[in-house]
């Protein structure tokens, strides 16, 4: 990876990343509205990959409460995702940008982990 570079060396291109329900909506409301049509095209490929399929729904026993505010699910559901450089580096610059808002929350630890790791 050249330098300046802020995808972890262990992601390379083509590389999957096992995300659970939780972290997969969490990443998909994180992910930018506005950027350079690359970057939105890759952006536009993750959220594909990010929503659940129906097959995550009959695996997960997945129903939504009446008001279709809340998720609710009896098996977690885990997928590989596929995940490249350039979408690695939309995420980390997304979780660092909370970070410096001061916005992160409980629900964003996982995938900090995950793609950037403890501190």
């Given at each position: 990876?050249g330098e300046?570079?802020?995808?972890p060396?262990?992601?390379?291109?083509?590389?999957?990343?096992?995300?659970?329900?939780?972290?997969?909506?969490?990443?998909?409301?994180i992910?930018?509205?506005?950027?350079?049509?690359?970057?939105m095209k890759?952006?536009?490929?993750?959220?594909?990959?990010?929503l659940?399929?129906e097959?995550d729904?009959?695996?997960?026993d997945?129903?939504?409460?009446?008001d279709?505010q809340?998720?609710?699910?009896?098996?977690?559901?885990?997928?590989d995702?596929?995940?490249?450089?350039?979408?690695?580096?939309?995420v980390?610059?997304?979780l660092k940008?909370?970070?410096?808002?001061k916005?992160l929350?409980d629900r964003?630890?996982?995938?900090?982990?995950k793609f950037?790791?403890g501190?």
């Amino acid at each position: 990876m050249g330098e300046g570079k802020l995808s972890p060396s262990f992601l390379k291109e083509g590389t999957f990343m096992i995300l659970n329900i939780p972290e997969r909506i969490t990443l998909f409301g994180i992910l930018p509205e506005r950027e350079d049509f690359v970057t939105m095209k890759i952006i536009k490929d993750l959220r594909s990959n990010l929503l659940l399929s129906e097959e995550d729904l009959k695996e997960g026993d997945i129903t939504l409460s009446e008001d279709g505010q809340q998720m609710f699910w009896k098996k977690m559901v885990e997928k590989d995702v596929p995940i490249g450089e350039k979408a690695t580096d939309v995420v980390i610059t997304a979780l660092k940008k909370l970070d410096s808002e001061k916005a992160l929350e409980d629900r964003h630890m996982a995938l900090w982990e995950k793609f950037i790791g403890g501190v």
